[in-house]
């Protein structure tokens, strides 16, 4: 079936640190990969996403690479802010056998950046 | 911002007794979701539904039922709640199916506790 598996949190930084935050997916045919983030008391934004495999999605900072060969679709930000902290979600869509545009969501890693 | 709102946003309630969470958007998109979000789990589907009096289960549909009697609303309603279902629900909305790249947007999200 298609699930995902993201780094656990917390993850804990100072301001201008060099962020990475892990994802894999196990997923047959060609899912559609998404990167949600969740400030605190609010609902879900996207902050970016990939479609189609070797993609990059970028976003206020932030990218991901869409990498078949190892399942993986980790988030990277060069320099944090503090108003980066949030949780974040690795979500797919698109995996054969998966309900008509369902998204299948990690558990989400919450991420403190102290300046 | 997507025009999606949630009511209530807060709800406190008792075992046993019913309760309707309703989504609403005007923004005119085929597909609406609902999900619960619990810690550990990320979100999960509960139900979506992809046109009017079109809806169909998710992977904890159990205990929840939905009725769309108009593209603008999509209406979550619990028989007999339990403290199981002690969750913050979100509603999302997509104009077309997420796994062609389409966005799926969410709303601010009602917290719900059953005593």
């Known amino acids: 079936g298609n699930s995902v598996t993201q780094m656990e949190g917390p993850v804990t930084l100072s301001e201008e640190a060099f962020l990475t935050i892990n994802c894999t997916y196990t997923?047959?045919?060609?899912?559609?990969l998404f990167w949600y983030v969740q400030y605190p008391g609010e609902g879900l934004q996207l902050l970016l996403k990939?479609?189609?495999?070797?993609d990059k999605g970028s976003n206020k900072g932030f990218e991901a690479t869409y990498r078949k060969e190892t399942t993986s679709f980790h988030l990277e930000k060069g320099s944090v802010q503090v108003s980066d902290s949030a949780v974040y979600f690795c979500?797919?869509?698109?995996?054969?056998?998966?309900?008509?545009?369902?998204?299948?969501f990690g558990r989400g890693t919450q991420l403190t950046v102290w300046p | 911002d997507a025009g999606i709102t949630q009511s209530p946003r807060h709800k406190v309630t008792e075992t046993g007794t019913p309760v309707t969470l309703r989504c609403h958007q005007t923004?005119?998109?085929?597909?609406m979701y609902w999900y619960r979000q619990d810690p550990g789990h990320g979100l999960r589907l509960i139900h979506y539904?992809?046109?009017?009096?079109?809806?169909d289960k998710g992977e904890v549909s159990d205990g929840y039922s939905v009725s769309r009697s108009k593209t603008e609303d999509f209406l979550l309603t619990l028989e007999s709640a339990t403290s199981s279902q002690t969750s913050v629900y979100f509603c999302?909305?997509?104009?077309?199916?997420?796994?062609?790249?389409?966005?799926?947007?969410f709303g601010p999200g009602t917290r719900l506790t059953v005593t």
């Open positions: 999302a909305i997509s104009q077309a199916q997420t796994d062609r790249g389409y966005e799926q947007y």
């Open positions: 923004e005119n998109h085929r597909y």
């Open positions: 539904s992809y046109g009017v009096k079109d809806t």
């Open positions: 990939a479609t189609k495999a070797d």
């Open positions: 997923a047959t045919g060609y899912p559609s």
């Open positions: 979500a797919l869509t698109g995996g054969r056998g998966s309900t008509l545009g369902r998204l299948y």
